[in-house]
């Protein structure tokens, strides 16, 4: 009798612990639940390129980032946060936050060549399955013949923002001071060197100071802008476009036919005293930006659209300090067939990318596929209906309420908030280019000028399905050695010109540039086969 009385209360002692411990364990797994949704708030961290702007709002805390988290952050107990990085070092405070492992959850970059590095590093999380699980509406927005740009090695590394203007620069020139001149636009490139000629000599505008051509070498992009399509033999194989126009270094292309001739073009111009005196120390560009608002530059070279943006602009400024100044587009760089080519942009916009070291890849899709919702595109890119903006014809007329204060867009379209889409979009090419205008407040007719000359003889780089492996080794230090070699051509005495060229040339092939022309060339002849 005590041995059973003793298993029964063993036995019941037993199912008192079981019942407790079950009990406990829904208590914990209750608690556990409770603590998931209060600890389950997640912080997206995603770049923002500053500007530098006057006047503008606080990059993590303005009308565009409390719509970004009363919206997506709201549904998704996110809380999106803005990290900013000056637009001019984006590349190399990119490589820094990158090395250390403390970039943002989503980050982005223009430049082809640091993609294809953080590639070979093993640095970016493939987005390949998320995707798939959490990208339907941002596949559908991008197409697979966009989303090809942000495959490498047959993975998606990257998800490429859509370009729905092409077009990449124009030269513009002070018509006031033509004017003053009785001179018309400049059509031919020596057209054009004798107005810098004149400009300097005649001085229109009266200013202490002249600088006749404006122009700012800055390390992360040197180049000579169309210039070289000038001098650029208009005959070229579809090879030779396609291996000798993909050198790193914006537009810099140093064993491409022709660019040497454009090179010293521009040394004559230096040796004339007609370029910025300091272009090679202006290295962000800030004291091109004051010449030009100062009324001291003739004609320069920049975006398409560069003196009607928001910022820097050049125009805004410039008519403030000078009343009546007018900048308007030119083309002067014709070549040898009469033609005016400019190359333009391919369909991607940036490189948007996850860091491998990134917990919120998932997040990270989930929220560009809530960008690629045309309601959301449609608001960051105009604001509120009938408070920012008025609906005439299914085109967006802004009231101007998104040009300064909490509302400001640093850039047109507020490209900075809507990085899928670098242009304006509407579903329908033929609108996007009707609203392009009405995006810029008083320049309208300007703009649409501007659109039409650059859209002249506009040609795509030439697509690559296969990283070239030497680019991600040596761009950088090329980049660097290119922003270096055009700094001592354009300044030295014009007969060292056609020497110097030759063995700076022959020091770029040894330091890479010769590797990354033989990998085109293999890829190439493997495209198309």
């Given amino acids: 009798m005590k041995v059973k009385s003793l298993r029964s209360l063993f036995a019941t002692f037993i199912t008192l612990v079981l019942v407790l411990a079950l009990a406990g364990c829904s208590s914990t797994a209750q608690s556990s639940g409770n603590q998931s949704s209060k600890t389950g708030h997640r912080t997206l961290n995603v770049e923002v390129f500053d500007r530098g702007q006057p006047g503008q709002p606080d990059l993590n805390n303005n009308y ?18 803005f990290v900013t990085v000056p637009r001019s070092q984006e590349v190399d405070k990119l490589n820094v936050m990158m090395a250390a492992n403390q970039a943002p959850d989503i980050v982005f970059t223009y430049d082809q060549g640091t993609v294809y590095n953080y590639v070979q590093q093993g640095g970016l999380t493939d987005l390949s399955s998320l995707l798939k699980k959490y990208g339907s509406t941002l596949t559908s927005y991008l197409g697979n013949d966009l989303l090809k740009y942000g495959q490498f090695n047959g993975k998606q590394y990257a998800i490429p923002g859509k370009r729905t203007v092409l077009l990449g620069e124009n030269t513009f020139i002070r018509k006031d001071w033509l004017d003053k001149l009785g001179l018309p636009l400049p059509t031919t490139p020596q057209e054009f060197y004798n107005d810098m000629v ?13 600088i006749p051509f404006g122009y700012s070498l800055q390390p992360a992009y040197p180049g000579l802008g169309y210039i070289p399509e000038a001098f650029k033999p208009s005959n070229l194989t579809q090879e030779q476009f396609a291996t000798l126009e993909t050198n790193p270094g914006y537009d810099v292309n140093w064993n491409l036919p022709g660019f040497e ?3 010293q073009y521009m040394n004559k111009m230096y040796n004339a005293g007609l370029i910025s005196p300091g272009f090679a120390t202006d290295k962000d560009g800030k004291q091109l930006d004051a010449d030009i608002s100062n009324g001291k530059v003739g004609a320069y070279m920049t975006n398409w659209d560069g003196p009607y943006r928001t910022s820097p602009g050049d125009l805004t400024n410039l008519t403030k300090n000078v009343p009546g100044a007018e900048l308007v587009p030119v083309d002067p760089w014709g070549n040898d067939a009469g033609q005016h080519p400019k190359a333009g942009y391919a369909p991607n916009g940036m490189y948007i990318l996850v860091p491998k070291a990134s917990k919120n890849a998932d997040l990270a899709v989930k929220y560009l596929n809530w960008m690629a919702n045309s309601k959301v595109t449609l608001f960051l890119q105009n604001g509120k209906e009938g408070v920012d903006y008025k609906m005439v014809n299914g085109v967006p007329q802004p009231t101007g309420t998104t040009t300064k204060g ?5 850039v047109a379209n507020n490209l900075d908030y809507d990085i899928l889409s670098n242009g304006i979009e509407l579903g329908d090419p033929k609108k996007n280019v009707a609203a392009i205008s009405a995006g810029y407040p008083g320049y309208q007719k300007q703009v649409q000028n501007a659109y039409k000359v650059g859209s002249v003889d506009l040609y795509e780089p030439y697509y690559y399905s296969t990283p070239n492996s030497a680019v991600a080794k040596y761009n950088t230090q090329l980049t660097s050695l290119s922003s270096q070699m055009l700094a001592k051509l354009i300044t030295a005495k014009s007969s060292d010109v056609d020497s110097l060229y030759k ?12 590797a990354i022309y033989d990998e085109y060339v293999k890829n190439y002849k493997a495209q198309n086969k």
């Fill in 198 to 210: 004149l400009f300097k000599e005649k001085n229109p505008g009266n200013v202490s100071g002249v």
């Fill in 503 to 514: 063995s700076l040339v022959k020091q770029y092939m040894a330091q890479g540039g010769q």
């Fill in 261 to 263: 001739q454009s090179v």
């Fill in 64 to 81: 565009w980032t409390k719509y970004i988290n009363s919206t997506f952050g709201k549904e998704n107990n996110v809380t999106v946060h």
């Fill in 406 to 410: 909490d509302k400001m867009m640093t």
